[in-house]
C-alpha cells in the first residue's frame, strides 16, 4: 500500500512563505503524476499543481507564479513552495499521485495564513 505523507504545513502571516513536502513510500518515479490539491473549509478540493513523469508541470491558473511544485527522484519526495501567501490560501493541502488507475492520497496538512 502507497503511503504519502505532506508536512511542513502550519501558520504564517501574510506575505509570508512555505514549502510543503509529500514523502512516498515508494520509488516516486514509478507515478504518472503527482500533484498537491488543498480543500478549505466549506469548499470542494482544488488543483494547485502537478508534476508528470517526465517533469512537466501544470498549476491552477490563479495560483501562478507564486507556488512552484517539483520533485526529488532520490529522497521520493515532491514539493511545494509557496510565497506570498494569502489569507485566501488557508486550506488543508494533500499530495496526490496516480500511477495507472490508482490513485493515492495523503492525509492532508493545515496552512493557515493569519496576523
Known amino acids: 500500500q502507497v503511503q504519502l505523507v505532506e508536512s511542513g504545513g502550519g501558520l504564517v502571516q501574510p506575505g509570508g512563505s512555505l514549502r510543503l513536502s509529500c514523502a512516498a513510500s515508494?520509488?516516486?518515479?514509478?507515478?504518472?503524476?503527482m500533484g498537491w490539491y488543498r480543500q478549505a473549509p466549506g469548499k470542494q478540493r482544488e488543483l494547485v499543481a502537478t508534476i508528470i513523469s517526465g517533469g512537466s508541470r501544470n498549476y491552477a491558473d490563479s495560483l501562478k507564479g507564486r507556488f512552484t511544485i517539483s520533485r526529488d527522484n532520490a529522497k521520493n519526495t515532491v514539493y511545494l513552495e509557496m510565497n506570498s501567501l494569502k489569507p485566501e490560501d488557508t486550506a488543508v493541502y494533500f499530495c496526490k499521485a496516480v500511477r495507472g488507475s490508482r490513485t493515492y492520497w495523503g492525509q492532508g496538512t493545515q496552512v493557515t495564513v493569519s496576523s
Open positions: 515508494e520509488s516516486i518515479v514509478s507515478f504518472n503524476r
